[in-house]
Nanobody, 115 residues
Framework: VQLQASGGGLVQPGGSLRLSCVVS????????MGWYRQTPGKQRDAVAL???????HYTDSVKGRFTISRDNAKSTVYLQMNALKPEDTAVYYC??????????WGQGTEVTVSS
């Protein structure tokens, strides 16, 4: 199983980025997929999660600005990030939780919000 994340970069405050994560391999039935982020010295925290049924959950600080979506045909999960703030700067990791296959993580993509 591989999760290939992309789309990070440097953006000015107020700007937008879209992260993508392509899932490959036999992951079986998926319970949850989504995105986490981590800054140096801090734990990795959930940003946006989507259950297999499509139910979404967002951490409070990104509600109304970030949107998680998926394309099953492309085995890809996305994170559209709008109105970015400096405090959104972090390494973003895509995550897939398989019902029987366990937790799977992408390699991380760095997002820097700075003027």
């Amino acid at each position: 199983v591989q999760l290939q994340a992309s789309g990070g970069g440097l953006v000015q405050p107020g700007g937008s980025l879209r992260l993508s994560c392509v899932v490959s391999g036999n992951i079986g039935r998926i319970a949850t997929m989504g995105w986490y982020r981590q800054t140096p010295g801090k734990q990795r925290d959930a940003v946006a999660l989507m259950s297999n049924s499509g139910t979404t959950h967002y951490t409070d600080s990104v509600k109304g600005r970030f949107t998680i979506s998926r394309d099953n045909a492309k085995s890809t999960v996305y994170l559209q990030m709008n109105a970015l703030k400096p405090e959104d700067t972090a390494v973003y990791y895509c995550y897939v939780g398989g019902i029987s296959s366990g937790n799977h993580w992408g390699q991380g993509t760095e997002v820097t919000v700075s003027s």
